[in-house]
T-cell receptor, first 116, second 116 residues
Framework: AQSVTQPDIHITVSEGASLELRCNYS??????LFWYVQSPGQGLQLLLK??????LVQGIKGFEAEFKRSQSSFNLRKPSVHWSDAAEYFC??????????????FGKGTHLIIQP | NAGVTQTPKFQVLKTGQSMTLQCAQD?????MYWYRQDPGMGLRLIYY???????DKGEVPNGYNVSRLNKREFSLRLESAAPSQTSVYFC???????????????FGDGTRLSIL
Protein backbone atom coordinates (compact mmCIF):
# COMPACT_ATOMS: atom_id res chain seq x y z
CA ALA A 1 0.00 0.00 0.00
CA GLN A 2 1.11 3.52 -0.68
CA SER A 3 2.15 5.87 2.10
CA VAL A 4 3.10 9.53 2.40
CA THR A 5 5.52 11.07 4.88
CA GLN A 6 5.71 14.74 5.71
CA PRO A 7 8.68 14.89 8.06
CA ASP A 8 8.01 18.40 9.40
CA ILE A 9 5.00 18.79 11.68
CA HIS A 10 5.54 22.54 12.09
CA ILE A 11 7.58 25.03 10.07
CA THR A 12 8.08 28.71 10.91
CA VAL A 13 9.15 31.10 8.16
CA SER A 14 9.54 34.85 8.10
CA GLU A 15 7.31 36.77 5.74
CA GLY A 16 9.10 37.29 2.45
CA ALA A 17 11.43 34.33 2.96
CA SER A 18 11.47 31.25 0.76
CA LEU A 19 9.68 28.06 1.72
CA GLU A 20 10.15 24.37 1.09
CA LEU A 21 7.81 21.72 2.51
CA ARG A 22 8.99 18.15 2.25
CA CYS A 23 7.00 15.15 1.08
CA ASN A 24 8.19 11.59 0.53
CA TYR A 25 6.01 8.81 -0.80
CA SER A 26 6.23 5.07 -0.88
CA UNK A 27 4.68 3.38 -3.88
CA UNK A 28 5.70 0.72 -6.38
CA UNK A 29 5.14 2.80 -9.49
CA UNK A 30 4.86 6.49 -10.26
CA UNK A 31 1.77 7.67 -8.46
CA UNK A 32 -0.37 10.70 -8.96
CA LEU A 33 0.81 13.35 -6.49
CA PHE A 34 -1.05 16.28 -5.04
CA TRP A 35 -0.54 19.14 -2.64
CA TYR A 36 -3.53 20.55 -0.77
CA VAL A 37 -3.80 23.53 1.59
CA GLN A 38 -6.23 23.84 4.47
CA SER A 39 -6.96 27.17 6.14
CA PRO A 40 -8.39 27.08 9.69
CA GLY A 41 -11.97 25.87 9.74
CA GLN A 42 -11.99 25.26 6.01
CA GLY A 43 -11.90 22.32 3.67
CA LEU A 44 -8.92 21.41 1.51
CA GLN A 45 -8.00 23.33 -1.60
CA LEU A 46 -5.88 21.84 -4.37
CA LEU A 47 -2.59 23.71 -4.90
CA LEU A 48 -1.10 21.57 -7.66
CA LYS A 49 -0.81 18.06 -9.02
CA UNK A 50 1.68 15.85 -10.85
CA UNK A 51 0.74 13.05 -13.20
CA UNK A 52 3.55 12.76 -15.73
CA UNK A 53 5.83 14.82 -17.96
CA UNK A 54 7.66 17.87 -16.70
CA UNK A 55 8.83 17.17 -13.17
CA LEU A 56 8.43 20.80 -12.09
CA VAL A 57 4.78 21.72 -11.78
CA GLN A 58 3.28 25.10 -11.16
CA GLY A 59 0.25 25.65 -8.99
CA ILE A 60 -1.94 28.38 -7.66
CA LYS A 61 -0.87 31.15 -5.27
CA GLY A 62 2.72 31.10 -6.56
CA PHE A 63 3.50 27.56 -5.38
CA GLU A 64 5.49 25.00 -7.32
CA ALA A 65 6.58 21.43 -6.64
CA GLU A 66 9.27 19.19 -8.05
CA PHE A 67 8.91 15.45 -8.51
CA LYS A 68 12.15 13.54 -7.98
CA ARG A 69 11.74 9.87 -8.77
CA SER A 70 15.18 8.91 -7.43
CA GLN A 71 14.32 10.38 -4.04
CA SER A 72 10.60 9.48 -4.03
CA SER A 73 9.95 13.08 -3.17
CA PHE A 74 7.50 15.78 -4.18
CA ASN A 75 8.56 18.91 -2.28
CA LEU A 76 6.50 22.08 -2.33
CA ARG A 77 8.23 25.44 -2.74
CA LYS A 78 7.44 29.12 -2.80
CA PRO A 79 10.04 31.85 -3.41
CA SER A 80 8.50 34.42 -1.05
CA VAL A 81 5.79 33.64 1.48
CA HIS A 82 2.99 35.97 2.52
CA TRP A 83 1.21 36.07 5.88
CA SER A 84 -1.86 34.64 4.14
CA ASP A 85 0.07 31.43 3.40
CA ALA A 86 -0.18 30.40 7.07
CA ALA A 87 -2.16 27.15 6.94
CA GLU A 88 -1.90 23.37 7.07
CA TYR A 89 -0.39 21.73 3.99
CA PHE A 90 -1.05 18.15 2.97
CA CYS A 91 0.76 16.03 0.45
CA UNK A 92 -1.32 13.19 -1.02
CA UNK A 93 -0.89 10.28 -3.40
CA UNK A 94 -3.36 8.35 -5.53
CA UNK A 95 -2.57 4.95 -7.03
CA UNK A 96 -1.65 4.95 -10.71
CA UNK A 97 -3.77 1.94 -11.42
CA UNK A 98 -5.62 -0.69 -9.46
CA UNK A 99 -4.67 -2.04 -6.07
CA UNK A 100 -6.28 -1.09 -2.81
CA UNK A 101 -8.96 1.47 -2.17
CA UNK A 102 -9.54 4.39 -4.41
CA UNK A 103 -9.26 7.79 -2.85
CA UNK A 104 -6.21 9.66 -1.70
CA UNK A 105 -3.62 8.69 0.89
CA PHE A 106 -2.61 11.78 2.82
CA GLY A 107 0.44 12.70 4.79
CA LYS A 108 -0.14 13.93 8.32
CA GLY A 109 0.31 17.53 7.31
CA THR A 110 2.75 20.38 7.93
CA HIS A 111 1.57 23.39 9.87
CA LEU A 112 3.08 26.56 8.42
CA ILE A 113 3.54 29.58 10.67
CA ILE A 114 4.51 32.94 9.18
CA GLN A 115 6.46 35.37 11.33
CA PRO A 116 6.10 39.08 10.62
CA ASN B 1 -20.88 28.08 -7.40
CA ALA B 2 -21.49 25.80 -4.39
CA GLY B 3 -19.15 22.88 -5.21
CA VAL B 4 -19.38 20.35 -2.36
CA THR B 5 -21.85 21.15 0.40
CA GLN B 6 -21.87 19.39 3.75
CA THR B 7 -24.55 19.57 6.42
CA PRO B 8 -24.53 20.10 9.29
CA LYS B 9 -21.36 22.09 9.98
CA PHE B 10 -21.34 21.24 13.69
CA GLN B 11 -23.01 18.52 15.76
CA VAL B 12 -22.78 17.20 19.29
CA LEU B 13 -24.09 13.71 20.00
CA LYS B 14 -24.33 11.46 23.00
CA THR B 15 -22.76 8.01 22.93
CA GLY B 16 -25.12 5.54 21.28
CA GLN B 17 -27.07 8.10 19.27
CA SER B 18 -27.32 7.82 15.51
CA MET B 19 -26.76 10.48 12.92
CA THR B 20 -26.46 10.96 9.18
CA LEU B 21 -24.04 13.44 7.65
CA GLN B 22 -25.16 14.80 4.33
CA CYS B 23 -23.05 15.68 1.31
CA ALA B 24 -24.08 17.01 -2.07
CA GLN B 25 -22.04 18.13 -5.09
CA ASP B 26 -23.19 20.14 -8.06
CA UNK B 27 -20.26 19.47 -10.41
CA UNK B 28 -21.69 16.31 -11.99
CA UNK B 29 -18.79 14.31 -10.58
CA UNK B 30 -18.75 10.53 -10.74
CA UNK B 31 -16.82 9.73 -7.57
CA MET B 32 -17.50 10.82 -4.01
CA TYR B 33 -15.57 10.20 -0.81
CA TRP B 34 -15.83 10.49 2.95
CA TYR B 35 -12.73 11.20 5.05
CA ARG B 36 -12.17 11.85 8.72
CA GLN B 37 -9.48 14.20 9.99
CA ASP B 38 -7.97 13.77 13.42
CA PRO B 39 -5.13 15.81 14.97
CA GLY B 40 -1.74 14.57 13.83
CA MET B 41 -3.33 11.92 11.58
CA GLY B 42 -4.02 13.76 8.35
CA LEU B 43 -7.12 12.61 6.48
CA ARG B 44 -8.14 8.98 6.35
CA LEU B 45 -10.57 7.52 3.84
CA ILE B 46 -13.73 6.01 5.37
CA TYR B 47 -15.76 5.04 2.29
CA TYR B 48 -15.91 6.00 -1.32
CA UNK B 49 -18.29 5.68 -4.23
CA UNK B 50 -16.85 5.39 -7.72
CA UNK B 51 -20.25 5.79 -9.35
CA UNK B 52 -23.93 5.99 -8.55
CA UNK B 53 -25.07 2.77 -6.93
CA UNK B 54 -21.63 1.57 -5.82
CA UNK B 55 -19.76 2.01 -2.56
CA ASP B 56 -16.51 0.60 -1.23
CA LYS B 57 -14.66 0.58 2.06
CA GLY B 58 -11.65 2.75 2.63
CA GLU B 59 -9.03 2.65 5.33
CA VAL B 60 -11.27 3.14 8.40
CA PRO B 61 -14.84 1.96 7.64
CA ASN B 62 -15.76 0.37 10.97
CA GLY B 63 -18.72 2.01 12.69
CA TYR B 64 -19.95 3.76 9.54
CA ASN B 65 -22.33 3.12 6.68
CA VAL B 66 -22.82 5.10 3.50
CA SER B 67 -25.46 5.59 0.84
CA ARG B 68 -24.97 6.96 -2.64
CA LEU B 69 -28.49 8.22 -3.03
CA ASN B 70 -27.97 9.55 -6.55
CA LYS B 71 -25.14 11.08 -8.51
CA ARG B 72 -25.23 14.27 -6.44
CA GLU B 73 -25.56 12.94 -2.90
CA PHE B 74 -23.44 10.72 -0.69
CA SER B 75 -24.40 10.34 2.98
CA LEU B 76 -22.45 8.95 5.92
CA ARG B 77 -24.29 7.32 8.82
CA LEU B 78 -23.17 6.60 12.34
CA GLU B 79 -25.60 4.00 13.71
CA SER B 80 -24.35 4.07 17.30
CA ALA B 81 -21.95 6.93 17.90
CA ALA B 82 -18.84 6.36 20.02
CA PRO B 83 -16.42 8.93 21.50
CA SER B 84 -13.71 7.57 19.17
CA GLN B 85 -15.74 8.94 16.28
CA THR B 86 -15.26 12.51 17.46
CA SER B 87 -13.60 14.06 14.44
CA VAL B 88 -13.92 16.45 11.54
CA TYR B 89 -15.55 14.75 8.57
CA PHE B 90 -14.89 15.82 5.01
CA CYS B 91 -16.76 14.90 1.90
CA UNK B 92 -15.06 15.16 -1.48
CA UNK B 93 -15.88 14.52 -5.11
CA UNK B 94 -13.95 14.06 -8.33
CA UNK B 95 -14.60 13.53 -12.03
CA UNK B 96 -12.67 10.28 -12.01
CA UNK B 97 -14.39 6.94 -11.98
CA UNK B 98 -13.05 3.81 -10.35
CA UNK B 99 -9.51 3.03 -9.36
CA UNK B 100 -6.42 4.92 -10.29
CA UNK B 101 -8.14 8.16 -10.98
CA UNK B 102 -5.88 11.11 -11.61
CA UNK B 103 -8.63 13.65 -11.24
CA UNK B 104 -8.23 15.97 -8.26
CA UNK B 105 -10.74 15.85 -5.47
CA UNK B 106 -12.82 18.82 -4.42
CA PHE B 107 -13.60 19.09 -0.72
CA GLY B 108 -16.46 20.44 1.34
CA ASP B 109 -15.85 22.62 4.39
CA GLY B 110 -16.30 19.75 6.83
CA THR B 111 -18.61 18.67 9.63
CA ARG B 112 -17.24 18.98 13.16
CA LEU B 113 -18.70 16.13 15.19
CA SER B 114 -18.30 15.65 18.93
CA ILE B 115 -19.47 12.50 20.71
CA LEU B 116 -19.89 12.85 24.46
Amino acid sequence: AQSVTQPDIHITVSEGASLELRCNYSYGATPYLFWYVQSPGQGLQLLLKYFSGDTLVQGIKGFEAEFKRSQSSFNLRKPSVHWSDAAEYFCAVAPYSGGGADGLTFGKGTHLIIQP
Amino acid sequence: NAGVTQTPKFQVLKTGQSMTLQCAQDMNHNSMYWYRQDPGMGLRLIYYSASEGTTDKGEVPNGYNVSRLNKREFSLRLESAAPSQTSVYFCASSEGRGRGSNQPQHFGDGTRLSIL
